[in-house]
């Protein structure tokens, strides 16, 4: 059974453009969330996508978007990167029957330049 | 806003010690609890979950309590091995998921 599992695994980009990040839920899962984890913090909740709409969303601008498919797959975009992007971005997939215990994939790191 | 703090934020302990690591929160309309450990540069592995109408949960040397009313959990290790070294991390499940701020353990051979 494949866990959660993120593309890429590392990249880098250039001030001002933009990256699309993915994910793929655990087999059975149904919810998917996005998280920001900044050098040496903990992970700062982005949004969560549930029947390919954003359910919940924490405290990140409208750079941050995202989108769920119907085979529960996610992807993460964020426009008009900024240094301040830089940061390990976990994906976590959850069953909405059950009580929402989280599962995270390995991340991706993104250094913006 | 939920607030997470865990204490402490950092703990090294001798091989084979039992330790209380704790988690407290300001917002009890929660809907469940999750223990987290991160090794470096790694993604989350999941501990424990708690439900919110449960007090305690465990498995194996880990045993986690939740006390709702006063904002409060605990992750219990008995006697610690130097593979628990890691970053151990409470999140909190409502409107939204809260991470706490974390508590680094390094367990000394």
């Known amino acids: 059974d494949a866990g959660v599992t993120q593309s890429p695994t590392h990249l880098i980009k250039t001030r001002g453009q933009q990256v699309t990040l993915r994910c793929s839920p655990k087999?059975?899962?149904?919810?998917v969330s996005w998280y920001q984890q900044a050098l040496g913090q903990g992970p700062q909740f982005i949004f969560q996508?549930?029947?390919?709409?954003?359910?919940q969303r924490g405290n990140f601008p409208d750079r941050f978007s995202g989108h769920q498919f119907p085979n529960y797959s996610s992807e993460l975009n964020v426009n008009a990167l900024l240094l301040g992007d830089s940061a390990l971005y976990l994906c976590a997939s959850s069953f909405s029957g059950g009580f929402y215990e989280q599962y995270f994939g390995p991340g991706t790191r993104l250094t913006v330049t | 806003k939920q607030e997470v703090t865990q204490i402490p934020a950092a703990l090294s302990v001798p091989e084979g010690e039992n330790l209380v690591l704790n988690c407290s929160f300001t917002?009890?309309?929660?809907?469940?609890l999750q223990w987290f450990r991160q090794d470096p540069g790694k993604g989350l592995t999941s501990l424990l979950l708690i439900q919110s109408s449960q007090r305690e949960q465990t498995s194996g040397r880990l045993n986690a309590s939740l006390d709702k009313s006063s904002g409060r959990s605990t992750l219990y290790i008995a006697a610690s091995q130097p593979g628990d070294s890691a970053t151990y991390l409470c999140v909190l499940g409502g409107n939204q998921f809260y991470f706490g701020t974390g508590t680094s353990l390094t367990v000394i051979p």
């Open positions: 087999s059975g899962h149904d919810t």
């Open positions: 917002d009890s309309a929660i809907y469940n």
């Open positions: 996508y549930y029947e390919e709409e954003e359910r």
